[in-house]
C-alpha cells in the first residue's frame, strides 16, 4: 500500500503545470522534510518503472512522463525533425561538457568564430542559455545548457552524457576524426577530382 506521502506527491505532480524539485515539494506539501520526500520520490519512480508512464528526474527536478516504448502510440501528428549545422551541433557539445563557457571561451576550443546566430538557435531551442556573467575583464556572458537539454536527451544530470568511450564506440569520434582530416589533407592526397590550384593555372605561351 502507497504511503500518504508518496500519495501526496503523486498528486501534486500531476497536477503541477512545470516539474518539481524535492524542496518544492516539500514546500508544498506543508513543509515536509526533503530527505523525507526524496525517499518518497525514489519509491514512487520504482513503482511506475514497469507502467505506461514513468516518474524520472531532470536536473534535480521530477514529472511524469509516457514510457519510451510507448511513445509511438500516442504520435498523432508527424514530428518535426530539428536538424543542427556542424558549427551548432559543436556549440552544443562544448557548452554541455565545459558549462559555463563564454563565447570567446567556445571559439579557444572550436579555434574558429562562432558567429551569434549559433548560439541564438540553440537558445531558441530552449537547449543552452545565459548562465549570467564571468568575473574578469569586460565581464563576458556564459553560457550553460537548461533542464531542457536534459529532458530532451533523457539525461538526468550532465553527469550521464557519454564519455570519450563511449562516443568512439557509437563511431562519432571516428566520423568527425575522418572529416577533419579529408579537410586538411595535403593537396597531393586529395580527390582526383579536386585539382589543386597550380593544376588549374593556364599554361605559358613563352611571349
Known amino acids: 500500500m502507497m504511503e500518504p506521502l508518496a500519495r501526496a506527491i503523486e498528486a501534486a505532480l500531476f497536477a503541477a503545470e512545470e516539474p518539481l524539485d524535492a524542496a518544492a515539494l516539500g514546500e508544498l506539501l506543508g513543509g515536509a522534510d526533503t530527505r523525507d520526500v526524496t525517499e518518497a520520490l525514489e519509491a514512487l519512480a520504482e513503482h511506475y518503472r514497469t507502467r505506461g508512464i514513468h516518474l524520472v528526474e531532470r536536473a534535480t527536478r521530477w514529472h511524469f512522463e509516457t514510457a519510451p516504448d510507448l511513445a509511438h502510440l500516442l504520435r498523432r501528428t508527424r514530428e518535426q525533425v530539428r536538424r543542427l549545422s556542424r558549427a551548432a551541433t559543436e556549440v552544443l557539445a562544448i557548452v554541455a561538457y565545459h558549462e559555463p563557457v563564454s563565447r570567446a571561451e567556445i571559439e579557444a576550443i572550436r579555434g574558429v568564430q562562432t558567429s551569434a546566430g549559433t548560439l541564438d538557435v540553440l537558445m531558441e531551442a530552449g537547449w543552452i542559455g545565459i548562465a549570467g556573467r564571468r568575473e574578469g575583464p569586460g565581464r563576458p556572458t556564459i ?48 580527390d582526383a577530382r579536386e585539382p589543386d590550384e597550380s593544376e588549374m593555372r593556364p599554361e605559358s605561351t613563352g611571349n
Not at 144 to 169: N, V, Y
Open 143 to 190: 553560457y550553460a545548457t537548461t533542464p531542457d537539454f536534459l529532458d530532451h536527451f533523457g539525461l538526468a544530470s550532465r553527469k550521464d552524457l557519454p564519455g570519450i568511450a563511449e562516443l568512439r564506440a557509437a563511431g562519432l569520434l571516428d566520423r568527425l576524426d575522418d572529416e577533419d582530416e579529408r579537410e586538411v589533407a595535403p593537396a597531393g592526397e586529395r
